[in-house]
């Protein structure tokens, strides 16, 4: 058996070799070439799997270690025979952590959680964590996914134009569809800018093109957005300099990128392919993953609320700020700073230990927020 794998895909090195000929590759540089003799394709956002790289080539599965497809052509795909999957709710976790360090500066730049809602659309396994956090956090959550409101006839769910009007922070959790009623290319217009209450704060860590360009640019420039967070950009990693210049935090699509995350899109990817190929790998898990040098958070006595003391804890795990500072600082090194980013672990892998007048109702916040208490 031959598989073809990205290069930058953590733990897969030295999985596949004792039952197969694996060869690992630039995922932006795979060609047809590549594929010759392959039968399986392991890939990441950066590898486009369409027809121009697949046809006439013996691939006969496209495994993507991520939750989004918009790199894959499904339909060509499905036509040619070829079976496909990603990982479903693999860095969800990873993401909900890269949206609570961006509410964590914002709470302790002086917003109130119960004063401040936050308008989620798409509500799937990132938008759904984004909730449950900003319901820990005392944040009022309205929720936007018209697919699952026609699926599951919920009135949990807003109209998109409802929560624009009525939100303080608008964060977009969606796929990137170009085509049909769900269409999410450009999502964020010069339209939905004018439904937008004026002063609000857009986050995009979904795709870059769910946000147009020019509208982001055009809000910020006449102070109709306060501030605008982008994790994603369209044409990334050739970003736009003004853009880029002038939102509040900007990282170069990292927000799934704990170590968590990334080895569940691994695990998830291997067991697909130890499946389909009838390989001994079905129940495979790594044996260690790197953990931060120092994962005890020891919290002060405080009289402050709690929501601060959790934004406190949380940017000890992961601060934004440093991922934005990097960026700022080499732009141009968009993809190496993805291909060499730090150890970033989740919640639950820190353990906070309070201090004896640590009230209870911070002890729930934190514990809520995932983390482990001593
Ligand atoms: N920046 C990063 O590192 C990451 C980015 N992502 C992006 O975030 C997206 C969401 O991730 P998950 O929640 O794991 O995917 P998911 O598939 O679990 O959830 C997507 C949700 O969006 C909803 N949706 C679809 N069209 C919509 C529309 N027009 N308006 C509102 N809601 C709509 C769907 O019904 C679904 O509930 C991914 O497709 C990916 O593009 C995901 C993980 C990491
Ligand atoms: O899972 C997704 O979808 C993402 O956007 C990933 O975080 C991007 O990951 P890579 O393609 O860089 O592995």
Redesign the pocket.
């Known amino acids: 058996m031959k598989i073809v794998a990205d290069d930058k895909i953590p733990t897969l090195k030295g999985v596949f070799e004792p039952y197969a000929e694996i060869t690992y590759i630039p995922g932006n540089s795979i060609s047809k070439e590549d594929l010759k003799n392959t039968d399986a394709l392991i890939v990441r956002t950066r590898t486009k799997c369409h027809q121009a790289l697949l046809e006439d080539t013996p691939v006969k599965m496209v495994a993507t270690a991520?939750?989004?497809?918009?790199h894959l052509d499904v339909p060509w795909l499905e036509q040619a025979g070829i079976k496909w999957c990603n990982a479903?709710?693999?860095?969800?976790g990873?993401?909900r952590q890269?949206i609570a360090s961006v509410l964590a500066h914002l709470i302790l730049e002086g917003m109130v959680p119960a004063a401040t809602t936050i308008g989620i659309?798409?509500?799937?396994?990132?938008?759904?964590?984004v909730a449950q956090l900003a319901h820990a956090l005392g944040f009022k959550v309205l929720l936007?996914?018209?697919?699952?409101q026609r699926?599951e006839k919920s009135d949990q769910f807003c109209d998109?134009s409802y929560l624009l009007k009525h939100a303080d922070i608008v964060t977009?959790?969606?796929?990137?569809?170009k085509r049909g009623q769900?269409?999410?290319f450009h999502?964020f217009n010069k339209d939905t800018l004018r439904q937008l209450k004026k002063g609000a704060i857009v986050i995009n860590?979904?795709?870059g093109e769910?946000t147009d360009t020019r509208t982001l640019l055009r809000g910020m420039d006449n102070g109709h957005l306060a501030r605008v967070v982008l994790?994603?950009w369209e044409s990334e990693p050739d970003i736009h300099h003004d853009l880029h210049q002038k939102v509040w935090l900007g990282t170069p699509?990292?927000?799934?990128?704990s170590v968590d995350?990334k080895a569940n899109g691994s695990i998830m990817t291997i067991h697909a392919i130890a499946k389909e190929f009838d390989l001994p790998l079905t129940q495979w898990q790594p044996q260690t993953l790197p953990m931060p040098e120092n994962p005890f958070i020891y919290l002060e006595a405080t009289d402050e609320p709690g929501y601060i003391t959790a934004a406190k804890a949380i940017l000890k795990t992961y601060n934004v700020s440093e991922d934005d500072a990097r960026l700022r600082e080499n732009p141009q090194n968009f993809e190496k700073q993805r291909g060499s980013y730090p150890v970033r672990r989740e919640f639950h892998k820190w353990t906070v230990v309070p201090h004896a007048q640590t009230n209870s109702e911070t002890r729930q916040i934190l514990k809520d927020l995932g983390f482990i208490l001593k």
């Open positions: 991520t939750i989004g497809t918009d479903p709710g693999c860095n969800s990873s993401v890269y659309v798409g509500v799937g396994m990132v938008g759904k964590k936007n996914d018209p697919p699952r699926m998109l977009f959790h969606t796929p990137l569809n769900d269409a999410t999502l860590s979904s795709r769910v994790d994603v699509h990292i927000a799934g990128y995350g």
